[in-house]
């Protein structure tokens, strides 16, 4: 799955697949934490909260000021 910034995807459902996905392929160094699926995965839900923002401040097909 590519990430949001190449698919100009940011809605909440991609960032969520963005995250399961994530989740499953590093699911050994989570285990290595010491940490629960769920706990990965509040956590990086709380991070993404700012893409949406973030897309609609920098992201456009013309520079912005």
């Given at each position: 799955?590519?990430?949001?910034l190449?698919?100009?995807?940011?809605?909440?459902?991609?960032?969520?697949?963005?995250?399961?996905?994530?989740?499953?392929?590093?699911?050994?160094?989570i285990?290595?934490?010491?940490?629960?699926?769920?706990?990965?995965?509040?956590e990086?839900?709380?991070?993404?909260?700012?893409?949406?923002?973030?897309?609609?401040?920098?992201?456009?097909?013309?520079?912005?000021?």
């Amino acid at each position: 799955m590519q990430t949001c910034l190449a698919t100009q995807q940011w809605d909440e459902f991609y960032v969520e697949d963005l995250i399961e996905d994530a989740v499953i392929k590093n699911l050994p160094e989570i285990v290595k934490m010491e940490t629960t699926v769920e706990e990965a995965q509040r956590e990086l839900k709380l991070r993404s909260r700012g893409l949406k923002v973030f897309s609609r401040r920098y992201i456009a097909d013309k520079p912005k000021v």
